[in-house]
């Protein structure tokens, strides 16, 4: 058994993780905001990370709380989605590094965004940043956990791709319009989106907490990235559905501003090698099978 700390604990990935941990006897931690009880830790991501060391040692930390992205963006909006991953996470590795008995390890979220358009350039982990808003933001973001890389920690940066989950993020967004038979691609369709199973996203990261030769960044996508055309096709034929509407790119700018065109329009094509390699084996290797599971 480990003493696992999580922040966002309640959300789409956290939530599901918080239970696997649970249920294969590891006892999970909380990070929370408010009026911690015994079983929780409290903590200010804006001013100074975890208030207080607790009395137990914790053997690894994951952090996962963040904005949400979806949506319009707004300079406030863009303001919130900088400061909660990258100042967050810095306090947050700051007071971990103050600490008598520190965690070995911290499995930290960060996102494919880091590596911006990148057309279909196969993408490692090696690959230098791209540019524009999230790809600044997701640099910051993993150079915020200096900190605690600095204090000794094992520090793994989970690139998270696409997660598709039918109870939130793009899937759930996507399942009303095409389940009506309105949807279709985003602008040309060529563009690469590398997704992730949500079951795969928690998988990769209990594989990241046990193996202790992980260390940096990770990509977490599936082996197989799709174009937006082929993944509306199998959308498509899964809901036995049409998707005959597609959303022309002047449109996808109109409507959604920046964030379509640094998230539905961008081309970001990731490679798995790294967690292939590392032995992690996918439950949901091929789009198909991941959709089916949802629907």
């Not at 975890?50 to 040692?57: A, L, Q």
């Not at 914790?58 to 909660?84: F, P, T």
């Amino acid at each position: 058994m480990i003493r696992v700390a999580v922040s966002g604990a309640t959300g789409l990935v956290g939530g599901a993780l918080s239970s696997r941990l649970t249920q294969e006897g590891h006892e999970v931690i909380p990070l929370v905001r408010h009026a911690a009880s015994g079983s929780e830790l409290l903590w200010n991501p804006s001013q100074g990370g975890i208030e207080k060391e607790p009395d137990t040692p914790l053997d690894a930390i994951v952090h996962l709380a963040g904005e949400n992205i979806a949506g319009r963006w707004s300079a406030s909006k863009k303001q919130r989605i900088r400061d909660s991953r990258v100042q967050g996470t810095r306090a947050l590795c700051e007071s971990l590094a103050r600490w008598k008995q520190k965690p070995s390890t911290l499995v930290c979220a960060s996102a494919i965004g880091f590596y911006g358009n990148r057309g279909d350039e196969l993408l490692e982990e090696s690959a230098a940043p791209g540019t524009g808003f999230l790809a600044e933001t997701c640099r910051d973001w993993e150079q915020a956990t200096s900190p605690a890389r600095d204090a000794g920690l094992r520090v793994v940066s989970l690139r998270i791709g696409v997660v598709l989950s039918k109870h939130g993020g793009a899937l759930k967004q996507m399942l009303g319009p095409f389940r009506m038979g309105a949807g279709g691609r985003m602008g040309p369709g060529t563009q690469f989106m590398s997704w992730i199973h949500r079951d795969d996203v928690i998988g990769l990261i209990c594989h990241a907490l046990q193996d202790s030769s992980l260390r940096g960044p990770l990509n977490a996508v599936s082996p197989h990235p799709v174009t937006n055309q082929e993944f509306t096709k199998t959308l498509g034929k899964v809901l036995r559905r049409p998707t005959l509407f597609p959303m022309p790119t002047f449109a996808v700018r109109l409507v959604f501003g920046e964030m379509g065109e640094e998230l539905l329009l961008s081309s970001t094509r990731v490679s798995a090698a790294t967690a292939v390699a590392a032995g992690y084996s996918f439950q949901f290797a091929q789009l198909e099978e991941a959709l089916r599971k949802e629907i």
